[in-house]
């Protein structure tokens, strides 16, 4: 089953903790070591560190999509809606995806794309956006078998041969 949520509900916050938790290191860099979920530079120092617990809260202003099986979340989707992107002088007005995660026993079984397809169903008429790491292939084949298209490449920005690039799909 696949929701949307404007406001994440009490009884998948601890689910949503949970597979943050276990995933976070597969992040470049961690989602521990950012500064926020829409941090402007990965370059440099490490500024203004906030800890998991600081990027969840923040997760918590957000809109999500969640993949749910037997009244557990074992996926979701954070976004910000109507967001003003700007990426190497381009910008965008688009929902902005913040943060994609599936947990790992439910891996490559569609359970993203589906998240993906139930964001444009619920906000349809919008452009979408998201950046990830060059070497993050299992996501950027899938953003790209759904339309995405690479709008701005930010070369070895999280370390070296390791690219950030934004990815957008238009209305
Ligand atoms: C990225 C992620 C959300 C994908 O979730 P998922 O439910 O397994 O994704 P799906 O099953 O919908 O699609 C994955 C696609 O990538 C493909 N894929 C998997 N590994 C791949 C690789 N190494 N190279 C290329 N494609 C790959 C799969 O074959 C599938 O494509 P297909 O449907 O055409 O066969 C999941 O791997 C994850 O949570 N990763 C850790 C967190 C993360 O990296 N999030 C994104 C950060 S921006």
Redo the contacts with the bound molecule.
């Keep these: 089953m696949f929701l949307y949520q404007k406001k994440l509900q009490k009884e998948y916050q601890d689910d949503i903790w949970g597979i943050l938790c276990m995933?976070e290191k597969?992040?470049i860099p961690p989602l521990s070591e950012r500064d926020s979920t829409t941090q402007q530079s990965f370059s440099g120092e490490k500024a203004n560190k906030r800890g998991l617990a600081g990027y969840y809260q923040q997760m918590l202003q957000q809109e999500f999509i969640l993949a749910v099986e037997e009244e557990k979340a074992i996926?979701f989707l954070s976004f910000i809606p109507d967001h003003f992107l700007k990426a190497e002088g381009n910008e965008f007005v688009c929902d902005y995806v913040t943060t994609?995660?599936?947990s790992h026993g439910f891996?490559?079984?569609?359970?993203?794309?589906k998240m993906y397809h139930t964001l444009f169903e619920n906000r349809k008429g919008k452009s979408f956006a998201?950046r990830?790491w060059s070497t993050?292939?299992?996501?950027i084949?899938?953003l790209k078998?759904m339309g995405f298209e690479l709008v701005a490449l930010l070369p070895d920005e999280r370390g070296v041969g390791i690219d950030t690039v934004y990815y957008f799909k238009g209305a």
């Excluded at 891996?107 to 794309?113: D, K, V």
């Excluded at 993050?136 to 996501?139: F, P």
């Design positions: 995933s597969e992040f996926g994609i995660v599936v891996r490559g079984r569609g359970i993203a794309g998201t990830t993050n292939y299992s996501h084949h899938l078998k």
